[in-house]
């Protein structure tokens, strides 16, 4: 509860840029990681993406790596997977395993690749939005989509009231901890079995609570928010226009070619 990704977003310089350029950055990368047929592409992507990060943005370069080791770290092993049980042609290698053949074809390493690739493109891209962009200013944005107020609203209060439950849950594990509500599994299931009980109370009477404070506040069913506008400098433009045609470059170039 110290740290989490929208304390950085607030903090991080790219935070006073303009918000539907980060989004179409993002949105172009996700689509062309998903279009190509080549790891390079998303591989491409997740090296811009992570650069920008890092050094536009100021986000430490341990928390990064950090928070991107735990998608890597499960996409690494459906890789591995993939690259052993999926694709035919002739094997790279092959070994015996209680009597069963197994080995690694050109067309299943390839597959491995590109699942591993794209994750990687994906999650530097949505890392790059998270931690530059705080949730508030994208609520902003989705407002001028047209999107329904209902839909927005709520999807506020939900995110909002994640972080106040969060308090109340870890207040009362600790509560329960130092009485020794962990010491077994025994204590520890009728511990878990009353946390879930008393945050479900909580969360009803925070309800309530929250219908009328925004009734004695004359709510009409609307929540104003307040839109910032940031024009789109020069040198952003460039290095984004850049990164657009880097993209596009590798994507063009290695169209239907196999990285093995």
């Not at 179409?24 to 790891?39: E, H, M, R």
């Not at 890092?54 to 991107?68: A, M, N, Q, W």
């Not at 299931?189 to 109370?201: D, E, Y």
């Not at 009803?204 to 609570?209: C, D, L, P, T, V």
Request: aromatic content about 14%.
């Amino acid at each position: 509860m110290t740290h989490i990704l929208d304390d950085y977003a607030v903090l991080s310089p790219l935070r006073y840029k303009n918000n539907w350029l980060k989004l179409s950055v993002v949105t172009f990368g996700i689509l062309a990681g998903v279009s190509s047929n080549s790891p390079l592409v998303p591989l491409v992507t997740a090296a811009c993406m992570s650069f920008a990060t890092v050094h536009f943005g100021k986000i430490p370069s341990g928390l990064y790596l950090r928070l991107l080791a735990g998608p890597a770290g499960f996409v690494l092993v459906s890789a591995v997977i993939i690259a052993f049980f999926f694709g035919e042609g002739v094997k790279l290698f092959s070994f015996d395993v209680l009597g069963f053949t197994l080995g690694v074809s050109s067309a299943g390493l390839n597959m491995a690749l590109l699942v591993l690739a794209r994750t990687l493109g994906g999650m530097s891209c949505l890392l790059f939005l998270s931690l530059t962009t705080p949730m508030i200013e994208l609520f902003s944005v989705l407002k001028t989509t047209k999107l329904p107020d209902s839909f927005i609203e709520i999807s506020m209060m939900m995110y909002r009231y994640i972080f106040v439950f969060m308090e109340v849950a870890m207040g009362v594990k600790y509560a329960q901890t130092v009485r020794l509500g962990y010491k077994d599994f025994r204590t520890s299931f009728r511990s878990v079995v009353m946390l879930g009980t008393n945050l479900f109370i909580r969360s009803w009477e925070q309800g309530e609570k929250l219908y009328v404070s925004m009734n004695s506040r004359c709510y009409d069913g609307k929540l104003t928010m307040l839109d910032e506008k940031r024009p789109v400098k020069l040198p952003e433009a460039v290095l984004a226009c850049g990164y657009f045609v880097l993209v596009m470059f590798v994507f063009l170039y290695t169209r239907g070619m196999p990285l093995i």
